[in-house]
C-alpha cells in the first residue's frame, strides 16, 4: 500500500524556523518525483514545492523560493521541507505527495500528484 506520512510541524513566531519530513513506505521512493502542498484556511491548496528523482532538481513556488528549501535521503525515503523565516501567510496544512509514474517534476508540483498524506499544522504567529 502507497503511504506518505509527514511530521515536524507545530506553532513558531514569524522569523522562525520549521523542518518537516515526509516519509514514504509501500513504493520505491527514490523512483518519483515528491512535492510538497498547503492549504490554507478558505483557500484552495496550492503546491509550494517538488524535488526530481531522476537529478535531484528542485523546483518553489514564488511565495516561498528563498526561504524554504526541499532535500531528500533516500536510505530513509525521507524528503525534507526545511522553512526559514516563517511568515504568519505560511500558515496552513502541509501536505506531502508522490507523482507516481514520473520522476521529473517540470516545475512546482500540480494537484495531478498522487499517494497524498495525512498533513501536518505549521502555524505561524505571534
Known amino acids: 500500500q502507497v503511504q506518505l506520512v509527514e511530521s515536524g510541524g507545530g506553532s513558531v513566531q514569524p522569523g522562525n524556523s520549521l523542518s518537516l519530513s515526509c516519509t514514504g513506505s509501500?513504493?520505491?521512493?527514490?523512483?518519483?518525483?515528491i512535492g510538497w502542498f498547503r492549504q490554507a484556511p478558505g483557500k484552495a491548496r496550492e503546491g509550494v514545492s517538488c524535488?526530481?528523482?531522476?537529478?535531484?532538481?528542485?523546483y518553489y513556488s514564488d511565495s516561498v523560493k528563498g526561504r524554504f528549501t526541499i532535500s531528500k535521503d533516500y536510505a530513509k525515503k525521507t524528503v525534507y521541507l526545511r522553512m526559514n523565516n516563517l511568515r504568519p501567510d505560511d500558515t496552513a496544512v502541509y501536505y506531502c505527495?508522490?507523482?507516481?509514474?514520473?520522476?521529473?517534476?517540470?516545475?512546482?508540483?500540480?494537484?495531478?500528484?498522487?499517494?497524498w498524506g495525512q498533513g501536518t499544522q505549521v502555524t505561524v504567529s505571534s
Open positions: 505527495a508522490a507523482h507516481i509514474g514520473y520522476s521529473n517534476c517540470g516545475g512546482v508540483p500540480g494537484p495531478d500528484f498522487d499517494a
Open positions: 509501500g513504493f520505491t521512493v527514490e523512483y518519483y518525483a
Open positions: 524535488i526530481s528523482s531522476s537529478d535531484g532538481t528542485t
